[in-house]
């Protein structure tokens, strides 16, 4: 069995570090570069015994952190669903799966976050400027890409061709021998040019045109929970789907023990096709194309090997972040596909009909093609109706699917649904990241944590040892004390080590809610100036993440954090007690420094919008405690590390949609809470924007009159558990004791334990620990 996992998003970080880490070779590399550096700097030899010697220059070796630094992030995902993918790649090589991941090679990745007059601003990220170092291209496996055309008599007839490129990444599992590919495609002119230009006489016109075709896989799409039905974008997913259904089907036939297949029988047991997300989803009518035009199956046989193949993972919720493809543009670009679609649909339709006879309202919502206004195909439909598992990627989310967002389907497939919670991986975020915890952790309990997570368990008897207690604690200020200089360095904030780090980093979206972290951090400003001989425990506020360059109240919510800060930072009443720092141009790398240094990590979305998170579970592996709602897998947090190790505040999901069933008024808390009136007040009076007083009119009005994602109702909740929070960190003792708990709870959110609950119970594969021979040791 192979698995092939399709995303239109890798987002991988740096790759040198976590190489050398999954090889074994660190510290020889380490102390190669070094004492390379020694040689380099060793003086000249004397040209004369008599001639004076020279002063000795200091002999320091090179530091392969400053090699580390030169590589560019690989930021070909904007968020969640694409950093997912990058530690899913790393657990199926660590767990011994043979599997591919296919995307798109993105020219420009996310767009490179700079912040000047305020607020964000966006620049090219040019990551492939110098080369890829870990990339092989495989121009003997191009392939052609046809859309346009029409279709005529059931036949897809004059499409336009693209060609794709591969390119080849290497993915080595943890010191197991095993190396598994990522390819990415990247869109490549056919090497004719169009005649017609010829004709007439337009060589250039001709020439340029070839550009458009390789437009495809020039720039990540900077969208995070928010669909946009963009032609190009709908090429992009086709592009992928099209390319890799061929390598699957190629790599397929051409077995290496035996003869060549020509049947398909097998396909389902030797190839599984994970959809992440919707964005994959014309893998379904894809490989119905191929089976019926290419193969010539029957219709019944083709849907059964492509229902047994593919299976699709939900990750969002939010009902603006659901594809919707009209059926116009659909039909131009992918005639073939559309008529397939459709043919889907209405067998699909029938079956609903016999299952629940005469309800019409019933076939009307769960029908691959909404009518409502402009025709689209709903594509989530089409991933589930075409797929023989169906996942949620935590237990609340997953719940929220089958009573909820695809209730129809869950009741007549009730067996398709399951829950695989998310995770990380290990390697990069503590053996990477963290190197002195890491230390720590291998001391008490060895190394097998590394590849079994649920070791940390082990850790739970410390709580008691004090020696252990102080470790964990240096080894967090070490880490602090290494943020402070860099914030000192680039923001020019002198930042106190020894206040809280209480860091709020994700993409900036109104459901999770930065918006409310803000108002916190205007409340304990109000109340420094309105006491300032008070008791308060010293905070250091950090928020970071992109928002999508169109999303105007993301862009808003950014330029109020800078205000707001702005104002804090430089008021000499508040001095060294409260600061606040936007950390610009947030990416795998920054995480990497950022998340070992937390004391507290805000996961604050409004219950049943964030289908897992895994910020969260970085955070809680690092040995920071979580403030957070009852959303996500914040709830399976709980649930391991128990409720006494975590901060809970604000509604539930039942309490959430009681609120909304009766009616959310903000203006009632507004009058209600003295704390948050001042707050408010204070924004829309021009308090952190004297240059332009309605600078956040619309913030206030968002806020007042048309808040989706209820703030108001869950902040006297959030400011009175933060109060809890400030309370605890009073005592370090104790509060280091949870946050050893917190690590020691942590052996569930491995992406090792996902992807094997995926393999055992989807993909249909054993995962394996075994360490393959290295190529140079005899096989048994």
């Not at 000795?56 to 694409?82: F, H, K, Y």
């Not at 890409?145 to 060609?163: E, I």
């Not at 008529?339 to 769960?366: A, C, Q, S, T």
């Amino acid at each position: 069995m192979r698995v092939y996992y399709l995303s239109l998003e890798y987002y991988m970080g740096r790759t040198l570090q976590n190489t050398m880490i999954n090889l074994g070779i660190q510290s020889a590399c380490d102390e190669a570069l070094y004492q390379v550096g020694l040689e380099l700097d060793t003086p000249a030899p004397l040209s004369h015994p008599t001639d004076p010697r020279p002063p000795s220059r200091r002999q320091v070796g090179l530091d392969i952190e400053e090699l580390q630094d030169i590589e560019e992030d690989a930021g070909l995902g904007n968020g969640g669903l694409g950093r997912l993918a990058a530690c899913f790649l790393d657990s199926m090589a660590t767990i011994g799966l043979a599997a591919y991941g296919y995307g798109i090679r993105y020219e420009y990745g996310i767009f490179a976050q700079r912040i000047k007059n305020g607020g964000q601003t966006e620049e090219p990220d040019d990551w492939l400027r110098f080369g890829n170092p870990w990339e092989t291209a495989r121009p003997e496996y191009v392939l052609p890409v046809c859309m346009y055309g029409r279709v005529d008599g059931g036949n897809w007839v004059h499409p336009q061709v693209v060609f794709a490129m591969p390119y080849d990444t290497p993915i080595p599992g943890y010191a197991n021998n095993v190396v598994n590919t990522l390819r990415l495609w990247s869109a490549m002119s056919p090497s004719s040019f169009n005649l017609q230009f010829f004709n007439n006489g337009d060589y250039i016109q001709a020439v340029l045109d070839r550009n458009l075709a390789e437009n495809i896989s020039r720039v990540l799409y900077p969208n995070d929970n928010f669909f946009e039905g963009k032609e190009l974008r709908l090429k992009q997913q086709y592009f992928m789907v099209s390319a890799s259904v061929q390598d699957i089907m190629r790599r397929f036939k051409s077995a290496r023990n035996g003869p060549k297949r020509t049947t398909f029988e097998e396909f389902p047991n030797k190839v599984a096709i994970q959809l992440n997300d919707t964005h994959p989803s014309l893998a379904i009518a894809e490989l119905m194309r191929v089976f019926l035009d290419i193969e010539k199956l029957s219709w019944d046989t083709a849907w059964d090997i492509v229902t047994r193949t593919c299976a699709y993972t939900n990750h969002t919720v939010l009902p603006e972040a659901l594809e919707r493809w009209p059926v116009s543009m659909l039909g131009n670009m992918l005639p073939r596909h559309l008529e397939i679609i459709y043919d889907i649909n209405w067998k699909f339709l029938d079956k609903v009909n016999h299952r629940f006879p005469g309800d019409l309202e019933r076939l009307r919502r769960m029908s691959l093609v909404e009518e409502d206004g402009e025709k689209r195909v709903n594509m989530a439909h089409l991933a589930i109706v075409g797929s023989h598992a169906v996942n949620g990627v935590a237990a609340l989310h997953s719940e929220i699917i089958k009573r909820d967002i695809f209730k129809d389907f869950f009741d007549m497939w009730p067996e398709k649904f399951q829950n695989k919670t998310n995770g990380i991986t290990p390697r990069r975020w503590l053996l990477l990241c963290n190197p002195g915890l890491s230390d720590a952790i291998a001391e008490k309990i060895g190394e097998e944590w590394i590849t079994h997570l649920d070791e940390l368990a082990k850790l739970k008897p410390l709580v008691s040892d004090a020696n252990f207690v102080r470790t964990v604690q240096k080894v967090k200020q070490e880490n602090k004390m290494r943020v402070a200089q860099m914030l000192t360095k680039q923001y020019e904030i002198e930042v106190n080590p020894a206040s809280m780090f209480d860091i709020h980093v994700k993409r900036i979206h109104e459901y999770k809610r930065q918006l409310l972290n803000c108002l916190h951090v205007i409340t304990m400003y109000n109340r420094i100036k309105k006491d300032p001989s008070a008791p308060f425990v010293p905070r250091t506020v950090m928020v970071g993440g992109k928002a999508a360059p169109g999303y105007h109240m993301a862009k808003q919510i950014i330029r109020l954090i800078l205000a707001v800060g702005n104002i804090v930072n430089n008021d000499p009443v508040v001095g060294n007690k409260l600061k606040v720092i936007y950390l610009e141009n947030y990416r795998v790398t920054l995480a990497e420094r950022i998340i070992p240094a937390a004391d507290l990590s805000e996961q604050i979305s409004t219950a049943g919008t964030e289908a897992s998170g895994t910020g969260n579970m970085k955070f809680m592996l690092n040995g920071a405690l979580t403030i957070g709602t009852l959303d996500g897998a914040n709830i399976e947090m709980r649930e391991e590390m128990g409720e006494e190790n975590i901060f809970i505040f604000g509604m539930n999901v039942d309490e959430v949609e009681a609120l909304k069933a009766r009616g959310y008024n903000a203006h009632e808390y507004y009058n209600k809470l003295p704390e948050l009136r001042q707050c408010i007040d204070m924004i829309s009076s021009g308090y952190f924007s004297p240059h332009d007083v309605n600078q956040f009119k619309d913030v206030v009005d968002m806020l007042m009159n048309h808040d989706r994602f209820l703030l108001f109702a869950d902040y006297e909740s959030y400011i009175r558990c933060q109060d809890e929070v400030s309370k605890l960190y009073m005592n370090q003792d104790a509060w280091a004791r949870k946050a050893i708990m917190n690590i020691a709870s942590s052996g569930k959110f491995s992406s090792d334990r996902t992807i094997a609950e995926y393999a055992r119970e989807i993909w249909g594969v054993e995962p394996s620990m075994e360490k393959l021979p290295a190529p140079h040791e005899p096989r048994e």
